[in-house]
């Protein structure tokens, strides 16, 4: 008996030692393009939220499935009818320059937020009211009226980590230069950027977790073409790279050094349509372009089933969406709206990435093609990644000559307010003022999308606030100021020891809890 009850603790030992988790080594992970900010507010794509994720933290946080947990806020409550949040703070926290992180620290990050024209302001402006210390620890933040997303806004949104009070009074006047050196309490600190080739995060000895992170540091390296990226995978050179081309999925899956992850995402990948200009002007000629594309065959063809067709703004698992039926595919059609709006031989520029998004240039060769059925010739032109975003993100009028873009949209707040928000409000437009989350970028206008949207924010019953949504989406859709085109799922190529890295929907990388079994 004390035999078998010898054996079987000498067994469980040995499995905790096989199974436990190890310290150590550096996690090699591979981007197509390189980030273009770590500063929280004014981060504008995911690749830079990638990196800046694992710096900054924020009060509360989701977990892979959507689910808000406690971060740097252990708890919260709601009170007056939705207008007030009180939040109580962790104890013990320290920012990476050792600063402490406290309720002053929570009021100053909202403060400098509040009160910056940085892209993504429009999360709280006009939503946040003012954030007030109670105490030492707490903190209540008052809204102006109740606001549906805020939890999840808070959870997910860059512009809600946390940034270090002494870095905000170093570099909170000059953005670009804030953006190269972030300063928050996350499991890894920023080291070095080597702009367009890496990005270097060592472990945060002092991290509040304790015994995280397992890894010793996080480096991100660009490399732009994605054979190479599978290939330095598969050799052994980099541990993880995330959309590889398709057609090399199967073979991926049989690699057994390797281990493949497909998830679906909340990415819409889009064509802009800029309405400013002649002939996109033109209703008819916008959904002409919509009927002209088979977004079956994309979906098939270029993108071998790593997505599918979208029929709205939202991708199908973003809070608020609503099924609109989309543009089926009708070349005749399109050749029929064409001529009635009176044209023929058609001559469009379309500017693209290149391998910031699966197949973005295959995708755009492709509807090249399609386009060129129903007599509209386009002249494609592939562009730098931080050239193309200065260029479509530019303030600047002379910037917005540019007819249709090639772009994608994932809400990190993984609901649908954030993307009618920013991307269909005309207060958003390009070059206004009075945006607060100046996303607009084709220029869409229409009054009664954005009464439906305003609604959307404040509205608490949920069967009316699907009903804004659905209206909202019809709407949207009729109007054609996109190609739309489809949603992504997103497919992660890791080494079979690379352990615990967890992949959320909003296109999010944790490394928190990851390790490497070497």
Same mark, same amino acid.
Request: proline share 6%; aromatic share 12%; glycine share 6%.
């Given at each position: ?6 054996? *079987? ?13 190890? /310290? ?72 990476? =320059? ?31 009211? %003012?954030? +007030? ?6 903190? %209540? ?24 009070? !002494? ?27 080597? *702009? ?12 509040? #977790? ?31 790279? /995330? ?10 899956? #049989? ?55 979208? =029929? ?8 608020? /969406? ?16 064409? !001529? ?32 060129? @059925? *129903? ?13 193309? *975003? ?7 009028? %002379? ?7 090639? +772009? ?20 958003? #437009? ?31 019953? @949920? !069967? ?8 909202? #989406? ?14 992504? !799922? ?16 909003? @296109? ?8 490497? =079994?070497?």
């Amino acid at each position: 008996m004390l035999v078998k009850k010898a054996l *079987v603790i000498w067994f469980l030992v040995v499995a905790v030692f096989l199974f436990a988790a190890k /310290y150590g080594g550096t996690l090699r992970f591979l981007f197509g393009v390189d980030a273009t900010t770590l500063l929280g507010p004014n981060i504008p794509d995911s690749i830079s939220n990638i990196v800046a994720s694992h710096i900054l933290e924020g009060l509360i946080d989701v977990d892979e499935n959507l689910k808000i947990i406690p971060c740097l806020a252990e708890r919260w409550e709601v009170k007056e009818n939705g207008t007030a949040y009180v939040f109580y703070l962790r104890k013990g926290v320290k920012f990476h =320059d050792g600063e402490d992180f406290n309720a002053y620290a929570v009021k100053t990050h909202f403060d400098y937020v509040l009160n910056s024209s940085l892209r993504n302001v429009g999360m709280f402006k006009g939503i946040l009211k %003012e954030v +007030l210390v109670l105490d030492q620890y707490t903190v %209540e933040f008052r809204l102006f009226q109740p606001y549906t997303p805020i939890l999840y806004r808070l959870a997910t949104s860059s512009a809600a980590w946390i940034l270090s009070p !002494k870095s905000i009074e170093k570099y909170g006047n000059d953005p670009a230069l804030f953006g190269r050196n972030p300063v928050g309490t996350g499991p890894f600190i920023f080291k070095e950027w080597k *702009v367009g080739e890496r990005i270097e995060l060592v472990r945060n000895p002092n991290y509040w #977790q304790n015994g995280l992170p397992y890894l010793d540091g996080i480096v991100f390296s660009v490399v732009s073409e994605d054979v190479s990226r599978v290939n330095q995978v598969r050799a052994g050179d980099a541990d993880i790279m /995330y959309n590889p081309p398709p057609a090399l999925l199967p073979a991926l899956e #049989q690699d057994p050094r390797l281990q493949l992850k497909t998830i679906p995402t909340v990415r819409v990948i889009y064509i802009g349509l800029n309405s400013r200009q002649a002939p996109l002007n033109d209703l008819r000629v916008r959904q002409a372009l919509n009927y002209a594309v088979d977004k079956e065959k994309l979906c098939k063809v270029i993108m071998r089933d790593m997505a599918r067709p979208s =029929d709205s703004p939202l991708s199908s698992i973003t809070y608020g /969406y609503v099924p609109t039926g989309g543009y089926p595919y009708d070349p005749q059609k399109a050749r029929q709206l064409l !001529k009635e709006a009176g044209y023929s031989n058609l001559k469009l520029e379309l500017i693209t990435p290149k391998g910031r998004y699966l197949n973005d240039y295959e995708t755009a060769i492709a509807l090249q093609g399609m386009l060129k @059925e *129903v007599g509209v010739t386009v002249d494609v032109k592939p562009m730098e990644w931080g050239t193309y *975003v200065g260029k479509i993100l530019s303030s600047k009028p %002379e910037d917005w000559d540019y007819q249709m873009f090639l +772009l994608g949209w994932a809400p990190g707040t993984a609901e649908g307010h954030w993307v009618l928000f920013p991307l269909f409000h005309s207060i958003n #437009q390009m070059g206004n003022p009075q945006g607060t989350a100046r996303y607009n970028n084709f220029f869409y206008s229409n009054p009664k999308v954005d009464e439906l949207i305003d609604k959307i924010g404040s509205e608490l019953d @949920e !069967k009316k606030l699907m009903e804004y949504y659905a209206q909202a #989406q019809k709407i949207i859709l009729n109007d054609a100021p996109w190609i739309f085109l489809y949603e992504m !799922k997103i497919a992660t190529v890791m080494r079979k020891e690379i352990k615990d890295l967890k992949i959320y929907p909003i @296109e999010r990388f944790n490394m928190t809890y990851a390790w490497i =079994d070497r």
